[in-house]
């Protein structure tokens, strides 16, 4: 009868259900760090690569019953992410930093442009994004996830970026990059010239830069910090390079120079106790959260400032000075004083 029938069927949908449920996740949860990264690199953007992740992780779900194992479960999940940002990026604006707009400024005096909060600006990530598990960090040591690189990669088209991301960045075959994109190996190929091609008239994307050690690093940056909220601006022109360069996205307006960058922070930023830094880690370089002070108690939220460096000085200061990316590097809204 079917009350009899009923609760034997719901049980044995829930019997056979939460074994694939825990296979599944088995199978497939040690590869989501490496897939936030590959869905950062294809779409410069934290927020909108946890949200591809989650799609990729629903596609293979529901998918799952028909995965015969052509391919390995890592590839599998690489074909439904790189798909997933493809059909994403479909008609949507590159995410530039204000150096791949327009020509840098050598003169502080300048009027700077308006913001522009409504250009989808490149964001940078937390290393924890990353992890040890990611190939890349592997593979292609930190050149993968430099802010340099992630700007370069926004000059591609969508599926030259995946080609050389997936080639170059993770090291698949031509053959599985190829069944990923369900497209055959010469086309792979031929993107990959092209992409490879269009990177090197972008100029150097600091690969390998010749960082200083651990330790000189680390007096490097408590001196910068030290130089920047003590406004003492002798000390910060010491620590930067003849050619170092300066940009603010959303502020479109950027700087090139020591003499530039210098007379910038010297006339418009540096306050005696107007800033707070706290380090971090982004995009596999040095980096602090930033706040502002606002009263005689309390700083907000500013930003992140991401560091370069070259020998035992600064090459580039990029600072996203956007407060919602605080949260992402797990940085307080308001600190008290």
Not at 151 to 177: G, H, I, S
């Amino acid at each position: 009868m079917p009350s009899d029938i009923e609760p034997s069927t719901t049980e044995s949908r829930t019997a056979t259900t939460v074994p694939a449920e825990n296979e599944f996740a088995a199978l497939t949860e040690r590869f989501r760090k490496e897939l936030l990264a590959h869905c950062y690199r294809m779409l410069g953007s934290v927020h909108d690569a946890e949200d591809l992740v989650q799609e990729t992780y629903l596609r293979a779900w529901r998918g799952f019953g028909g995965f015969e194992g052509r391919s390995s479960v890592r590839n599998w999940l690489y074909k439904i992410a790189t798909m997933a940002c493809l059909t994403a990026l479909e008609g949507r604006s590159r995410r530039p930093l204000p150096s791949g707009l327009g020509a840098p400024e050598d003169d502080h005096r300048v009027a700077m442009a308006a913001r522009q909060p409504e250009v989808a600006w490149l964001q940078p990530a937390p290393d924890s994004l990353f992890g040890f598990d990611d190939p890349a960090a592997i593979v292609a040591g930190r050149m993968g996830v430099r802010l340099a690189f992630l700007a370069a990669l926004q000059l591609l088209p969508a599926r030259q970026r995946a080609v050389l991301t997936l080639r170059d960045v993770l090291a698949f075959r031509t053959v599985e990059v190829a069944a990923m994109l369900d497209t055959t190996p010469t086309a792979v190929d031929s993107a990959l010239r092209r992409a490879r091609s269009r990177l090197a008239q972008a100029g150097p994307v600091a690969a390998d830069l010749a960082e200083p050690d651990e330790l000189a690093q680390r007096r490097l940056l408590d001196d910068y910090v030290d130089a920047f909220t003590r406004a003492d601006h002798a000390a910060l022109l010491e620590l930067m390079r003849a050619d170092v360069e300066m940009e603010m996205p959303p502020t479109p307006t950027w700087f090139t120079g020591r003499d530039a960058v210098h007379g910038f922070l010297r006339s418009r930023i540096l306050r005696p106790g107007l800033w707070r830094f706290t380090p971090v880690r982004a995009n596999g370089q040095p980096a602090f959260v930033v706040h502002k002070r606002v009263d005689d108690h309390h700083y907000e939220a500013y930003g992140i400032q991401v560091l370069t460096l070259i020998g035992a000085r600064i090459a580039r200061i990029t600072a996203f000075n956007d407060p919602p990316l605080v949260g992402v590097f797990g940085g307080a809204p308001i600190l008290e004083t």
